[in-house]
Nanobody, 126 residues
Framework: QVQLIESGGGLVQAGGSLRLSCAASGGSFISYVMGWFRQAPGKERQFVAAIKWSAANSFYADSVKGRFTISRDNAKNTVYLQMNSLKPEDTAVYYC???????????????????WGQGTQVTVSS
């Protein structure tokens, strides 16, 4: 059973930065497609970013492109989300997710992932 634990959330002013981490255990991390999603109050959980084997194979929602960077350290079984130039509309609970083989091929969809973390709150004040 794969376990994912997020950390790094908090309160930050608009224009600031945060780095989220997601530590994985219980499986073969190097083989997973990893994703970050977020859910704001009253809204559905939506795709933020995903990474396959390396940064060259990473994907972003249009709303975060150029501001957020997803990366992974396979030696540490950890995926990161560096968030810069944060905006109040980035406020949400952020979740990491894992898609093990055989891959869903749906890295932008909630249903494309088998395992989820518990989430970490990010609040951006104006």
């Amino acid at each position: 059973q794969v376990q994912l634990i997020e950390s790094g959330g908090g309160l930050v002013q608009a224009g600031g930065s945060l780095r989220l981490s997601c530590a994985a255990s219980g499986g073969s991390f190097i083989s997973y497609v990893m994703g970050w999603f977020r859910q704001a109050p009253g809204k559905e959980r939506q795709f933020v970013a995903a990474i396959k084997w390396s940064a060259a194979n990473s994907f972003y929602a249009d709303s975060v492109k150029g501001r957020f960077t997803i990366s992974r350290d396979n030696a540490k079984n950890t995926v990161y989300l560096q968030m810069n130039s944060l905006k109040p509309e980035d406020t949400a609970v952020y979740y990491c997710a894992a898609d093990p083989p055989p891959y869903s091929g749906s890295y932008k969809l909630n249903m494309g992932y088998d395992y989820w973390g518990q989430g970490t709150q990010v609040t951006v004040s104006s």
